[in-house]
């Protein structure tokens, strides 16, 4: 008895009532959902998202929150593990289809986390983080592979360090985007059909936009019936999952999206409706997604205790056709520089949209700094929990800008990541950019600044969301200041209070610069 009394003073002190100490948990991550591309975030947009809408009203917005990286696998290593990417062996860019696992071995992850605290546990989706296939011969440790690497795999063995190693019952997903091998669903650690078929998905009878790579595919797959596959799953994980929830045993589950992703397939009945082009259609497809999953918990009657988090890994991609979006009056990255992989906030500052009924007031925003790395000590914290020091080391808990509780303990600065590794570090306003260049795919690309661009940039975000005026020159204290911050961080092997951690290799903090690429001769 005196211990539930001392447990219950704990719940008060965090903001949450006993009743709702342990919530159910549903992380949806889209994947390259541009920040502009929801209604409720851009005014202006064109792209009708009414469930992602419902969901803000219902509960929080977070207008100043970031993915870990402005790509994919970065990103998600984040959302698992609580700690910056860039502290793994992955330095730059993203891995492919048939990687090796990147989380190491031993890490802590949310989901390990969650099942330690008496939580069920299921991924559904898009993996993107590695995983160990069974085949012969030479395997890339990271990034994409090449044509003989795509073909040594034995699909009909067990596949090993997946997300059932890392804290996960059950999964069912692909293991990375649409655009790579294979294209096939795994279900656990097994490849259901077995990929003996050549394929190459095609975005509605066009290729166009698409860098869909060439390789073995499971007989019957199609794009098109990955997003309701993954939505049918999850629906039926929340009806099946209700009873225990009701009775003391929460879920969590994670799911990852393909959605609005290159291979842009919305499925047919959601073809054509946005009236703007096929990747509205796909966002809009992956907001009513979004919707079933928020009906199936209203439907089970566990709506009330379930924290519904909506979020996305990176910026909307160039692919989805910009000029296409802009000459129409639609900003993906809506008043932001920039877009997926740049170190521009149009690369990283991604929807966040968190609906808890039973303790987050609805129609609420916050400028609350975020970093989806922080969802791991934001887990801790609800359930009054102490993580240990080897773990989630760049996580900073938002539970007080849910509940409206002050805290002292609120992230401070935040650390942004390109696709090429280029650095940037933020505090308050102000915004310091290791590169003369976007460290991504806008312009000016690495190694396209104007030649005596300056080696930096600095903003200041209050004034210059568009990061436009580069600040370098008039203020290098501050320059000076940030650049130490950061150089301080990387070697601490961590952002938050605590031990000092190790990184995984050693990281350097300004990329060498390519060399600009000639410029063809007009014929």
Not at 280 to 294: H, K, R
Not at 357 to 386: N, S, Y
């Amino acid at each position: 008895m005196r211990l539930f009394l001392l447990f219950s003073l704990l719940l008060v002190s965090t903001g949450i009532s006993p009743a709702a100490a342990k919530p159910n948990i549903i992380f949806i991550l889209c994947d390259d959902l541009g920040y502009g591309d929801v209604k409720c975030l851009n005014p202006e947009g064109k792209i009708a998202t009414p469930q992602m809408g419902r969901l803000a009203a219902e509960g929080m917005i977070f207008t100043d929150a970031h993915s870990g990286s402005s790509v994919c696998t970065p990103t998600r290593y984040g959302v698992m593990t609580g700690r910056y990417a860039w502290r793994s062996k992955l330095q730059s860019s993203v891995l492919g289809g048939l990687s090796p696992r990147l989380i190491e071995n031993g890490r802590l992850t949310v989901a390990e986390f969650l099942r330690q605290n008496g939580y069920s546990t299921a991924c559904v989706g898009k993996w993107h983080l590695g995983m160990d296939w069974v085949r012969q011969g030479e395997v890339t440790e990271l990034g994409i592979e090449n044509a003989e690497q795509v073909n040594n795999v034995d699909y009909t063995q067990p596949i090993a360090n997946g997300p059932t190693s890392v804290g996960f019952d059950s999964y069912f997903g692909i293991s990375a985007s649409l655009d790579m091998v294979p294209y096939c669903f795994i279900e656990n650690d097994r490849v259901p059909a077995n990929p003996t078929e050549t394929m190459k998905l095609v975005m509605n009878g066009s290729d166009k936009m698409s860098f869909t790579r060439e390789g073995p595919g499971s007989p019957g797959f199609r794009g098109e019936d990955v997003l309701p596959a993954f939505t049918e799953r999850a629906v039926k994980i929340i009806h099946d999952k209700s009873s225990d929830a009701k009775n003391g045993k929460p879920f969590f589950i994670y799911m990852p999206l393909n959605s609005p992703h290159t291979p842009i397939l919305p499925s047919k009945k959601w073809q054509g409706k946005s009236g703007l082009s096929l990747y509205a259609d796909f966002v809009m497809e992956t907001d009513d997604a979004i919707g079933q999953v928020m009906a199936a918990t209203e439907q089970a009657g566990i709506a009330q205790d379930t924290l519904i988090i909506v979020t996305s890994d990176n910026g909307c991609s160039p692919q989805a056709n910009f000029p296409l979006h802009l000459e129409k009056g639609h900003n993906p990255s809506y008043n932001m520089r920039g877009h997926k992989a740049d170190i521009y906030d149009g690369g990283h500052r991604v929807p966040f949209l968190v609906r808890w009924p039973a303790q987050v007031k609805g129609g609420q925003k916050t400028a609350q700094l975020t970093c989806l790395t922080d969802f791991m000590a934001t887990a801790a914290d609800i359930l009054g929990q102490k993580l240990p020091d080897n773990a989630a080391e760049d996580s900073f808990s938002f539970l007080p800008a849910l509940t409206g509780r002050k805290s002292e303990a609120a992230r401070p600065n935040i650390i942004h990541h390109s696709i090429n590794g280029s650095f940037a570090i933020r505090e308050g306003s102000m915004k310091l950019e290791l590169c003369a260049d976007s460290g991504g795919w806008s312009d000016p690309r690495p190694g396209q600044a104007p030649k005596g661009s300056p080696a930096s940039q600095l903003y200041d975000l209050s004034s210059d969301i568009a990061e436009q005026d580069n600040l370098l020159a008039a203020k290098p204290e501050a320059a000076a200041k940030l650049e130490a911050l950061l150089e301080s961080q990387i070697a601490a092997g961590r952002s938050t209070p605590g031990a000092a951690q190790k990184n995984a290799v050693e990281v350097v903090v300004r990329k060498p610069v390519p060399a600009a690429r000639p410029k063809k001769a007009k014929k």
